[in-house]
């Protein structure tokens, strides 16, 4: 019995540990927001952006230059990699990655 409770004890702490690790993580950080399609291109083209990110699964995320960080879906692949190149000189230093 005291050798199951010494395998249980620490094998429950370790979960507990890892839980603890893994929530935080997964939480959406209170300078992150989620926004329509719309208000990411409107803000995209104002020229506040400084790196754009897109996924396989058509999430898009924006970093702005305060710091701030927006999330949206875009409608189709690659739709901000053509707004990027439809908007021009307020976009022309954002870095831009792709899954």
């Known amino acids: 019995?005291?050798?199951?409770?010494?395998?249980?004890?620490?094998?429950?702490?370790?979960?507990?540990?890892?839980?603890?690790?893994?929530?935080?993580?997964?939480?959406?950080?209170?300078?992150?927001?989620?926004?329509?399609?719309?208000?990411?291109?409107?803000?995209?083209?104002?020229?506040?952006?400084?790196?754009?990110?897109?996924?396989?699964?058509l999430d898009v995320t924006l970093q702005l230059k305060n710091g701030s960080v927006l999330t949206t879906k875009e409608p189709t692949i690659d739709a901000i990699s053509y707004e990027l190149r439809k908007c021009g000189d307020p976009c022309k230093n954002v870095v831009f990655a792709t899954e």
């Open 1 to 57: 019995m005291r050798k199951r409770f010494g395998i249980l004890l620490p094998s429950l702490l370790i979960a507990t540990a890892l839980a603890l690790a893994y929530f935080p993580l997964t939480r959406q950080p209170s300078d992150r927001m989620s926004v329509s399609w719309n208000s990411a291109v409107t803000v995209l083209q104002s020229g506040q952006v400084t790196r754009a990110f897109q996924s396989h699964h």
